[in-house]
């Protein structure tokens, strides 16, 4: 079976171009380049956090769903020193600011299996699983049953097989991807 990474790291975890060393600064960077100091905590902040996400998205149950989704974030809320209280969770989700939820939520229901290509998307608000990459660009009419078996077998990795449908005459092929409902 397939092993499956969670995301690539943050895109501030790219490596820059090296650049000579200046005299009196570091090597492999200028002065001009140098990110502020807010920057790099917002960054680290951002790195810190999905990585949280990535190690223990799977350890809130019911899996692939909004309830583990709240789950997660009340651990991340707890663990950050907030109370209990509803106003103190509705500061904590406040702090996240909408993109840096949205982005920590997409990453929550996310897997990529790198043996095949594969990315599920599997956000149970949206009602369908999809599926990107590592797919032919075979028409609708034209794919084989055995084309979704790369499909199947990511689905049963992560434990979505049971939540979607199983007929796979209603899942759809677009643009080399297979959109799967929820049932």
Known sequence: MDEFRSAPPHPAGKAAEALPAQPGGLAGASADALPSQDTLRANLADFALAELVRQ???SFAPPWTIESWAK???WLALNSGCAGDTASL???AASLGPER???LRRLFFS???EATGLRLLADPAEGQVLVEGGLSAVGEASAEES???PVSAALDAVGLASLVVPDRQ???RRDGGVVIPFR
């Open 56 to 58: 223990h998205r799977t």
């Open 72 to 74: 997660l974030l009340i």
């Open 90 to 92: 509705e500061a904590f």
């Open 101 to 103: 939820s949205g982005r």
């Open 111 to 113: 897997r990529e299996f």
């Open 147 to 149: 084309d979704l078996e």
């Open 170 to 172: 209603r899942w759809q």
